[in-house]
């Protein structure tokens, strides 16, 4: 079946660091994939996300290119700030249209000033 | 755009007591909702995807007689914890499909709904 695997965190950072979340995935086809965040209390909220192979998703900052060779949608951002600070899922859809997400375990990240 | 509004953020209900819980397309017609569930410090967990004017679709293992999930219109959908019981206390997620052209289309989740039975 689908499913998607994320690097286990907690994260820690500082400031300004250099951020990789993994994220590899198995699907048969080609499915859409996505980048959540969550912060404490609250629903998710769309990050990024690609549809086809070599896509590249981006939003505030963040990163992620679709590789369907390594079956994989890592996170990335150049520079982190202590506002996102947050906990990051990794996300797939089988097929395009209303299919149910597959998620990922998430992945807890803290940045300390 | 694509907003969706989810209420309640927070209720405590005794136990036995049955639960409603809505989730509601403000600017967009969702024919497809779906229902989660998440455990402290977990990913989310799919329990239905609820189709306007039809029956819901259950994962495996999510009893449909104790979550009642009703949407009766392409802006709502409701989810009902009946006789609800310490162990349903939990994070619920709605969230809704909403298609489009391109890559426009996606899911927009609901804020949650912090349930705690007593």
């Known amino acids: 079946g689908n499913s998607v695997t994320q690097m286990e965190g907690p994260v820690t950072l500082s400031e300004e660091a250099f951020l990789t979340i993994n994220c590899t995935y198995t699907?048969?086809?080609?499915?859409?994939l996505f980048w959540y965040v969550q912060y404490p209390g609250e629903g998710l909220q769309l990050l990024l996300k690609?549809?086809?192979?070599?896509d590249k998703g981006s939003n505030k900052g963040f990163e992620a290119t679709y590789r369907k060779e390594t079956t994989s949608f890592h996170l990335e951002k150049g520079s982190v700030q202590v506002s996102d600070s947050a906990v990051y899922f990794c996300?797939?859809?089988?097929?395009?249209?209303?299919?149910?997400?597959?998620f990922g375990q998430g992945t807890r990240l803290t940045i300390n000033p | 755009g694509a907003v969706v509004s989810q209420h309640p953020s927070r209720v405590i209900c005794k136990s036995g007591t049955s639960v409603k819980i809505e989730c509601r397309s403000l600017?967009?017609?969702?024919?497809?909702m779906f229902w989660y569930r998440q455990f402290p410090k977990q990913s989310l967990m799919l329990m239905a995807t609820?189709?306007?004017?039809?029956?819901?679709?259950?994962e495996q293992g999510v009893e449909k007689d104790k979550f009642l999930i009703n949407h009766a219109s392409l802006t709502l959908s409701t989810l009902t914890v009946t006789s609800a019981h310490p162990e349903d206390s939990s994070f619920y997620i709605c969230?809704?499909?909403?298609?489009?052209?391109?890559?426009?289309?996606?899911?927009?989740f609901g804020s949650g709904t912090r349930l705690t039975v007593v």
């Open positions: 969230s809704a499909w909403h298609g489009g052209r391109g890559t426009s289309y996606g899911y927009t």
């Open positions: 609820s189709n306007e004017g039809s029956k819901a679709t259950y």
């Open positions: 699907a048969t086809g080609y499915p859409s």
């Open positions: 996300a797939l859809s089988a097929l395009q249209g209303a299919q149910k997400l597959v």
């Open positions: 690609a549809t086809k192979a070599d």
């Open positions: 600017d967009f017609q969702a024919t497809t």
